[in-house]
């Protein structure tokens, strides 16, 4: 009796339609494509959960899903016998991580991104092999550019689902902080909605783009230290939070803000007695990550 292979069962399970596709990159290559994949999404499921309810996430799921990724790279270059699958995964790995902790000092993302972001390119990489392989480079390159244009599309949606949350939440505050940049720069607002007018005019559609782009860059920076800001008990400070303001005792600042706070940060604000301190809060980014990828591992399936 003949029995359907487990990697297959659980991709035709997760991807239905998979079973109607005789060629192709997934049904040749089931054994990259299927269980290990499905476990990766199955990690970036839960660290999205995890980081959308708590704003952080445990170092052992962020390094441990990027050193999960990287011993699929170890052990498909030890059987394939190319140990520059392993090598360009670290490579990857290394550049994403630095090219997210220049991100995460100047703050525009968490630790917690800087950590898993790494996987998510690697297993773009493992895939992104398998189709050179089988297929072509332009191939590979052109599924590339598809997972680049998916995130920035995702990463966009999700910005401003999180923006207008954000504005309903705090919409008093946001109110009045416009209100009162309406009634101080008129002048300067007037002049924005003519050379608006001018580019939507003359560019079209791609003006408009690009002017409602600007728009949004604007308000998050003219709202940004009134809704990304809250005020948290010292005991309720968590690893990576940034400080809004300097931390001050009699004139003498003992912590300055910025860069994320370590443990011990912490431990010496509560042995100074610091109650309250305001810091940065920010968006889970996980989820776009994780989104992305299920979307591009969609397309994949159902395109190649």
Not at 41 to 65: H, M, N, P, Q, R
Not at 109 to 134: E, Q, R
Not at 165 to 172: E, G, P, R, S, V
Request: with cysteine; charged share 15%; hydrophobic share 60%.
């Amino acid at each position: 009796m003949h029995h359907e292979p487990l990697s297959q069962l659980l991709l035709t399970s997760f991807f239905p339609f998979i079973a109607q596709i005789k060629n192709g990159i997934i049904k040749e290559n089931l054994g990259l494509i299927s269980v290990e994949v499905i476990t990766f999404i199955a990690l970036l499921l839960i660290a999205s959960f995890i980081d959308l309810k708590k704003k952080e996430v445990y170092d052992i799921l962020t390094i441990g899903t990027t050193l999960y990724v990287l011993t699929l790279s170890l052990i498909y270059s030890i059987i394939l016998g190319n140990f520059y699958i392993v090598i360009y995964s670290l490579i990857i790995g290394i550049i994403i991580f630095l090219i997210g902790y220049v991100l995460y000092l100047t703050g525009m993302n968490g630790g917690g991104d800087v950590k898993i972001a790494p996987s998510i390119f690697i297993m773009i990489n493992l895939i992104l092999m398998i189709i050179a392989k089988n297929y072509n480079i332009k191939l590979a390159l052109e599924s590339f550019g598809l997972y680049m244009l998916i995130f920035i599309i995702v990463n966009f949606l999700y910005g401003c689902i999180v923006l207008v949350f954000y504005i309903l939440k705090h919409y008093k505050k946001v109110f009045n902080r416009l209100r009162y940049v309406a009634k101080k720069y008129w002048q300067l607002l007037i002049l924005i909605l003519v050379l608006s007018a001018i580019v939507v005019y003359v560019l079209k559609l791609f003006g408009l783009i690009i002017i409602v782009l600007l728009i949004i860059l604007i308000l998050i920076l003219l709202i940004k230290d009134v809704v990304f800001v809250k005020t948290k008990s010292v005991n309720e400070l968590s690893v990576g939070d940034w400080l809004v303001n300097n931390v001050q005792i009699k004139g003498k600042i003992i912590r300055k803000k910025g860069i994320g706070l370590s443990e011990d940060d912490i431990k010496r604000l509560k042995e100074l007695n610091v109650r309250y301190v305001k810091v940065r809060e920010g968006f889970a980014l996980i989820p776009v990550f994780t989104i992305s990828f299920i979307i591009f591992m969609i397309f994949l399936v159902m395109t190649i």
